[in-house]
């Protein structure tokens, strides 16, 4: 299955409904995908076989404006899986391999009410310099769990998405120097979309820890980055059974990947140069594509003066 949260341009209400091929079989309004969500996915089965069977409406999906389909997620965690974009950023610091790092998948917080859809634009925050897209796949929780096992934790996956991580990268260095954050480098803008993808769709792919689905990020129309989710060193399983250590997950909660190799201008930067791949300015036009799961599209725009704390 795959969902879409959606408005339409004579209608400002979010609806839901199942995509297929070119059209959206909507449900009836008011209901949200975290409603279907907490149980081991048959509630969302079940109202796919009655959007499919008795839409509400139904509608090209060329018409339609796509929201982030869960767009306020009860809590946002990203994680560093991929083994070559950390390599590189350490490297680039002059760092080796941290072994901690094979042995717990690390993350932080991000702000839930920052999501952004496809094709909303997203602002450059005040008093960066250096925005930056950061090519991800998410996971939906679909219900609860605490101390989960491994085994058992990828049955609370409701499904995947695209996920772009903004970052201001020169907030972000000035915040880790204080052993703190990120958190103003990164809590302005995550781009969620456009689809809510369930893993029966996925399982023909499944390869390794995760799944062989060809991830790309092109700025502009020229493609910066090219990688596979099957890349990953951490799977989603591990992920969520780490996060669910000692805390419960709820039904929503987002769970990122973090950036796959190559998948951002810190990277590519330091390997090619700020040339050849120069920070994101406003007009900018970002796109990230995950096989099967749909294309994150989204324009920079110019963001609000920077508001000083104190007069210097």
Not at 220 to 227: D, F, I, P, T, W
Request: net charge negative; with cysteine.
């Amino acid at each position: 299955m795959r969902w879409a949260t959606y408005r339409t341009t004579s209608d400002a209400i979010d609806r839901i409904g199942v995509v297929v091929a070119d059209l959206v079989y909507a449900l009836e309004p008011g209901i949200q995908l975290i409603d279907l969500l907490g149980d081991d996915g048959k509630r969302l089965a079940q109202a796919s076989e009655r959007a499919l069977t008795y839409p509400t409406e139904v509608v090209e999906l060329s018409q339609v404006i796509l929201r982030a389909p869960i767009p306020r997620p009860p809590s946002m965690r990203d994680f560093y899986a991929f083994e070559q974009h950390v390599r590189t950023a350490r490297q680039r610091r002059g760092l080796e391999m941290d072994p901690d790092w094979y042995r717990m998948p690390v993350f932080y917080f991000s702000n839930p009410a920052a999501v952004m859809g496809s094709y909303d634009d997203v602002a450059i925050p005040p008093g960066s310099n250096q925005l930056d897209f950061e090519l991800e796949v998410a996971a939906v929780v679909g219900r609860r769990g605490s101390n989960l096992h491994p085994a058992q934790a990828e049955l609370h996956i409701a499904g995947f998405m695209v996920m772009n991580d903004w970052s201001a990268r020169d907030l972000q260095q000035r915040e880790v120097k204080l052993g703190l954050g990120p958190a103003k480098g990164k809590d302005f803008a995550t781009s969620l979309g456009p689809f809510l993808v369930t893993l029966d769709e996925l399982e023909p792919y499944r390869k390794g820890r995760a799944y062989d689905l060809t991830m790309t990020a092109t700025v502009n129309g020229k493609e910066y980055s090219r990688a596979s989710l099957a890349d990953i060193y951490w799977s989603f399983a591990e992920m969520l059974a780490y996060a669910s250590r000692g805390t419960e997950l709820a039904p929503g909660d987002v769970i990122g990947s973090g950036t796959c190799g190559t998948g951002c201008i810190l990277e590519l930067s330091s390997v090619h140069g700020e040339d050849r791949y120069p920070w994101l300015t406003a007009g900018g036009k970002v796109e990230l594509t995950v096989e099967h799961l749909g294309t994150l599209s989204n324009r920079v725009v110019a963001g609000p003066p920077l508001i000083p704390l104190r007069e210097e």
